[in-house]
Structures are given as C-alpha cells and as structure tokens.
C-alpha cells in the first residue's frame, strides 16, 4: 500500500514551491510504479504524474510540465513530488497511488491509494 505523509502538503503563495513525500510500505519499489494523482473542488481527479517501477519512464500532465519533478529514494522506500512556480489552480487534494509492476510509467491501473493531503496555493 501507499503512505502520503500529509507534512508534505500546506499553504503557498503563487510561485511558491512545496515537496510531497509519499511513503510505501509493505511492498518494494522495484515491483510498483508510483504515480501521484489530485482533484481540486468539482473537477475530476486527474493524473499528475508517474514514475514506473524502474525508474527509467516518466510522465506528466501537460499542466505541470517543466514545474513539477517526480523522483524516488530507494533508501527511503519514498517517491517525492518537487512542485515549484506553484498556481492558484494548483490547488487541490493530492494523493500518493501504486500500480502493480508499472513498467510503462503511466499509472493507468493504479490499486492503492494514499490518505490525501492538501496542497492550497493562495493569490
């Protein structure tokens, strides 16, 4: 399963930057792709992005292209969301999610999902 550590989330200012750490247990990241994933008020969640269980495929949404960074620490057993130039319409839940074998880095067939935390960027 995944554990988001809800320390991770808070309240910024517009061009502020934040880190998610979303801690897994009771599985290794070798066998799961991590992929994070939000949902503002009245919207769908949509996916944000995903790192696959190799480390070597990548993806993002095109909204959070070239501000967000997806990245894992074995040691640690965590996968880190970096968020910097943070928008207003950033804001939202976001959730820590693991899909089995997750070799094409896409987290498509995601199965556990982390708690939530809440990530609010202010004007």
């Known amino acids: 399963r995944c554990s988001c550590r809800r320390s991770g989330g808070g309240l910024v200012e517009t061009g502020g930057s934040l880190r998610l750490p979303c801690v897994t247990s009771g599985f290794s990241l070798d066998n799961y792709a991590i992929g994070w994933f939000r949902q503002a008020p009245e919207k769908e969640r949509e996916r944000v992005s995903c790192?696959?269980?190799?480390?070597?495929?990548?993806s993002y949404e095109d909204s959070v292209k070239g501000r967000f960074t997806i990245s894992r620490d074995k040691g640690k057993n965590t996968v880190y969301l970096q968020m910097n130039s943070l928008k207003p319409e950033d804001t939202a839940v976001y959730y820590c999610?693991?899909?089995?074998?997750?070799?094409?880095?896409?987290?498509?067939?995601?199965?556990?999902w982390g708690k939530g935390t809440q990530v609010t960027v202010s004007s």
């Open positions: 790192i696959s269980s190799t480390g070597s495929s990548i």
């Open positions: 999610a693991a899909e089995p074998y997750g070799l094409g880095g896409l987290c498509y067939s995601v199965n556990y």
